[in-house]
């Protein structure tokens, strides 16, 4: 095997003959194809490495970015769902505000029909009207309520008016079912008293005899009509009395109506002030189309005429 030297300038090259044997040559032909071929894979590996790097630190990137991006999607989804519910929450709120503002203006207008007030006083159909100048102070740091704060205090102030409004109304109540059962006037509207409370001679037999009542004469199926408020005890046929109708007035109270043509109410009803109760006629012991009217006191008769004579309330 020849060795080939070249120098520089005019000096003359040099040769060597080696003598290299099968197996030498071979690993020399390793060496000198071998190093650079290696050197090549190396380099390309270092240059893949390099890229695989880049690959992976850009993928990282990507998945970091989705994940937030995934993130935040999920907070806004949650941040809707919370408004969508106080909306729902706040939307209940105001409905029943509304409509307990409206059972309000229903008591009002009841009370307002019931105390005979002026409508124009009292509309409760139109906003209260409101005014005067506005002041403002620097040195007082204001916040706005939130929304549900101000529902919180029309609430309270609605459940305030309310109350208000329910015991002004039940102690008007109270007062009409008073006024109502006050035994006032007469069981008649046209007629004139024929015989009085007291000792009387008996029409039948000429004896002195007590009466328990006191007598209205009229024309025949005038209206009796009830001089208070109450329920029916008693409506049919009574010894003496013919057709009877008893009316209980509460507080120990009741009044009698007797010798009627017809009885127009039965057992168990309510009646109201100045309600037709019967007609008037001559049934039971009678001489002549007539009512006999009695007032029990705790189950005593007394005088009907103070009843009579009394001032109605208003």
Not at 3 to 32: F, Q
Not at 104 to 121: F, P
Not at 215 to 226: L, P, Q, S
Request: proline fraction near 4%; aromatic fraction near 6%; hydrophobic fraction near 40%.
């Amino acid at each position: 095997m020849k060795i080939i030297v070249l120098n520089k300038g005019l000096t003359p090259t040099k040769t060597y003959n080696l003598d290299v044997s099968g197996w030498t040559k071979a690993l020399l032909s390793v060496c000198l194809i071998g190093l650079p071929l290696g050197l090549g894979v190396a380099l390309g590996a270092m240059i893949n490495s390099g890229n695989s790097a880049i690959e992976v630190t850009e993928n990282d990137n990507a998945q970091e970015w989705q994940e937030a991006l995934a993130q935040q999607q999920a907070e806004i989804d949650q941040s809707k769902r919370e408004a969508e519910a106080q909306l729902a929450a706040m939307t209940l709120r105001v409905a029943e505000l509304q409509a307990r503002l409206q059972r309000i203006d229903a008591v009002g207008e009841r009370l307002t029909q019931a105390a005979k007030l002026d409508a124009g006083e009292f509309n409760f159909n139109e906003v209260p009207a409101l005014g005067g100048p506005e002041e403002f102070s620097e040195s007082i740091n204001f916040e706005p309520p939130t929304f549900m704060t101000v529902l919180d205090e029309i609430s309270a102030q609605i459940d305030n008016r309310e109350m208000q409004l329910n015991t002004l109304e039940i102690l008007m109540s109270d007062r009409q079912i008073q006024d109502d059962t006050f035994l006032a006037g007469r069981p008649i509207k046209k007629g004139w008293m024929s015989s009085r409370y007291g000792r009387r001679t008996d029409p039948f037999n000429g004896k002195l005899a007590w009466h328990k009542g006191v007598d209205f004469a009229g024309k025949e199926n005038a209206e009796i009509i009830a001089v208070a408020g109450g329920v029916i005890t008693w409506s049919g046929e009574r010894y003496g009395y013919g057709n009877m109708v008893e009316v209980t007035h509460g507080s120990g109270m009741a009044t009698r109506y007797a010798h009627n043509k017809e009885n127009l109410v039965k057992v168990g009803e309510v009646v109201k002030k100045g309600q037709t109760l019967a007609l008037m006629g001559s049934s039971g012991r009678s001489t002549g189309p007539h009512v006999h009217f009695e007032v029990y006191k705790n189950g005593r008769p007394v005088d009907p005429a103070s009843y009579i004579h009394r001032t109605p309330r208003k």
